[in-house]
């Protein structure tokens, strides 16, 4: 009888499907999808894009195309404050921002028809229209989103790391459908608690380090019998994949890009304690690190905020008890996260982008708030006009791209659709839009269906 192995000091943290005696996903081996992947030829890159994903819809109002010359009822109560580019303002809540406007650009003239938070959402993470719009915001995606569509085009990582992250979590309302799970972005939870640690990053608590080495030994020499038995050759590429899937499961680099407590208390600090600013530091540790896509979910700035989302429906919220609580953690995390991308030189490797699924009705409401006995100051859903910040990725920063009218209703210049943005992230993603996937039915469905790269970034 074999006696028992050693005890490992510690379990091995690692990725969420990748736990020892069940290297399969749904039936297929990870080394299987290695190896199809290897020989479908997908192309690998080191571009990441970083999306802080500010679900529920931002006033525009309110953030970056303020309109203090608009009548009351419009401009809102926020003021704006001077950047340190000439000629550009923003909310006088994001003066960290205003101190580095030549570190990003502004998109003020999005817009597309979705007046659904879901619909909305769709449409500018898939570029896919919603075929039948669901009033309610209980729509699910019927195209993967562009974070799946690299994940897919690049392939797994040999060191394990996913090429898809949500942190916190990934957009709710986005399905994989046609590229199947695999592509789904592994959610980290929040990176904010007390020993943070990513769920499933561990092997099966069963498989200790020299039960797993036994393991490996057996299966190397089942191969082994396989080989000798094997007349045409064929079962001779099954090693290097095999032994790729054993490096996934062994490798320190997924436990390492997760690790938090590798960074120095000041740069915890700069970044923030609070959710957003913890959530923007595992990004940039995770962009340092290639993963090609990371979703930052900036819904609630922290555990008890009573604002969850950017949802500032009067009955709901005051636009300026919301924002003078949100916005400061916002301008913490984002600033900290694009001084820490140029210092390290990786501004032009690395995209950041904050936007939501539309903006918010140019004319202001009134309504009884549902957490205190005040009148609540608030805006409804508006997709005809929404803004985005973005940054680093190689782009022109220091400029406004696009022009809303006098009260925040309509583009004016230069109309920006969901589907620029996503070509100008597929742009720096090095990922042509115009090829194909297939779908359920075996037909070829675009990446994109239209969108060009915004002129004026790139």
């Given amino acids: 009888m074999m006696s028992p192995s050693p005890r490992c000091s510690g379990p091995l943290r690692r990725r969420e499907f990748l736990r020892a005696g069940a290297l399969a996903l749904g039936g297929i081996t990870l080394s299987d999808v290695l190896a199809q992947r290897a020989a479908a030829g997908e192309a690998s890159a080191d571009t990441t894009v970083i999306l802080f ?22 401009r809102g109560p926020l003021n704006p404050i001077r950047t340190n580019v000439p000629g550009i303002e923003i909310c006088e809540y994001m003066p960290l921002q205003a101190q580095m406007a030549d570190k990003f650009s502004i998109i003020r003239s999005l817009h597309h028809e979705m007046s659904a938070h879901n619909d909305g959402s769709i449409e500018v993470l ?18 993967p989103d562009f974070g799946m569509i690299a994940s897919q085009i690049r392939g797994p990582r040999a060191d394990g790391l996913p090429q898809y992250v949500g942190v916190q979590r990934a957009p709710f309302m986005t399905m994989p459908t046609y590229l199947g799970v695999s592509q789904k972005a592994f959610d980290t939870g929040d990176p904010s608690v007390d020993k943070f640690q990513p769920p ?22 089942f191969d082994h019998f396989r080989r000798d038995l094997d007349q045409t050759g ?109 210092d390290r030189g990786l501004d032009e490797r690395v995209l950041v982008i904050a936007c939501g699924e539309f903006g918010r009705t140019p004319k ?44 925040a209703e309509y583009p004016l210049h230069n109309p920006v659709t969901p589907q620029d943005l996503l070509a100008t992230v597929y742009h720096h993603l090095h990922i042509d839009p115009t090829q194909t996937l297939t779908d359920f039915a075996g037909r070829p469905v675009h990446i994109l269906p239209s969108g060009k790269p915004i002129a004026g970034l790139v």
């Fill in 200 to 221: 499933n990053l561990t092997l099966a608590a069963d498989m200790e380090g020299g039960r797993f080495d036994d393991r490996k030994s057996l299966i190397t020499q």
């Fill in 126 to 143: 898939t570029g896919k229209t919603p075929s039948k719009p669901d009033p309610t915001s209980q729509a699910r995606s019927e195209h």
């Fill in 53 to 74: 994903w500010m679900w529920g819809g931002p006033s525009q109002l309110e953030t970056y195309d303020m309109k203090p010359e608009a009548p009351s009822e419009y």
């Fill in 234 to 342: 064929s079962l001779g590429a099954i090693d290097q994949f095999r032994a790729s899937a054993f490096n996934i499961l062994t490798s320190t680099a997924v436990a390492d890009a997760f690790d938090l407590t590798q960074e120095t208390d000041e740069r915890r600090d700069r970044y923030g304690r609070h959710r957003w600013g913890q959530s923007c530091l595992l990004a940039r540790r995770l962009a340092e690190a290639g993963v090609a896509v990371i979703n930052v979910d900036a819904t609630a700035p922290n555990n008890t905020t009573k604002h969850f989302s950017w949802d500032d429906h009067a009955g709901a919220f005051h636009l300026d008890y919301a924002q003078r609580e949100r916005l400061p953690q916002m301008d913490q995390a984002l600033t900290a996260l694009v001084s820490d991308l140029y």
């Fill in 364 to 407: 202001v409401t009134h309504a009884p708030t549902n957490f205190s006995n005040q009148i609540g100051l608030g805006r409804d859903h508006w997709p005809n006009a929404f803004s985005a910040f973005i940054s680093g990725g190689g782009l022109r920063m220091g400029q406004v791209i696009g022009q809303t009218n006098s009260k």
